[in-house]
């Protein structure tokens, strides 16, 4: 199984970008790279996921190196309700998954300073 | 929709004690899954089901069962609470394997 590296800690000042990083170099070819958040208390929210082109929606921006051996998820403009955990998963679509892909590390913590 | 709901919010058990969390989801979703957060770690697998009937382990099964009689209802069974267990749990669907999963807003349990 693929398996994530992040650090554990970042902070950003609001109103500015966060790039959050995540490390994925024993990824397969069919492997997606998810990121969900997770503020204090509360459950895990799905941000946006990806397989090898850049994506981007209205909470965030992807971006999947051409190797695919790492990431870097963007939020464009940190406000202070962003600051949460932010953990990058990397798990096969489709039914024919494994289940051990499921279980999220332990992330980042983003701080976002006013 | 509500999405996910799980009841109770807390729960404190005795050691030896048995209880059964609740999930319900409104979304029509085949998958739904069970996890658990301990205090400043992530979040790890217990169970999960791909449909009515069917349900398989997790990566950490132990000491817990479930059942999925309807595709809106998935219940976590905890026989004889030890300690160990006292974490969070949080229920979570999605549309089929790969997609979003949704998450409900957790069950906060103590066993002493």
């Known amino acids: 199984d693929a398996k994530t590296t992040q650090p554990p800690s970042m902070d950003c000042a609001e109103g500015r970008a966060a790039n959050l990083p995540c490390n994925h170099s024993?990824?397969?070819?069919?492997?997606?790279v998810y990121w969900y958040r997770q503020i204090h208390s509360q459950g895990p929210q799905y941000i946006i996921h990806g397989l090898k082109n850049n994506e981007t929606n209205e909470m965030a921006s992807l971006i999947i190196t051409e190797d695919r051996k790492s990431s870097t998820l963007i939020l464009p403009h940190a406000t202070l309700r962003d600051t949460a955990v932010y953990y990058c998963i990397v798990r096969v679509a489709g039914s024919s998954g494994s289940a051990r892909q499921l279980t999220f590390g332990s992330g980042t913590q983003l701080t976002v300073l006013p | 929709n509500a999405g996910v709901t799980q009841t109770p919010k807390f729960r404190i058990l005795k050691i030896g004690q048995s209880m059964t969390l609740q999930c319900t989801q409104d979304m029509n979703h085949n998958y739904m899954y069970w996890y658990r957060q301990d205090p400043g770690m992530g979040l790890k697998l217990i169970y999960y089901?791909?449909?009515?009937?069917?349900?398989d382990k997790g990566e950490v099964p132990n000491g817990y069962n479930v059942s999925r009689s309807t595709t809106e209802d998935f219940p976590l069974r905890l026989e004889l609470a030890a300690p160990s267990q006292t974490s969070v749990y949080f229920c979570?669907?999605?549309?089929?394997?790969?997609?979003?999963?949704?998450f409900g807003p957790g069950t906060r349990l103590t066993v002493t």
């Open positions: 024993t990824i397969s070819g069919n492997e997606y």
């Open positions: 979570a669907s999605s549309y089929e394997w790969g997609s979003e999963q949704y």
């Open positions: 089901s791909v449909g009515a009937g069917i349900t």
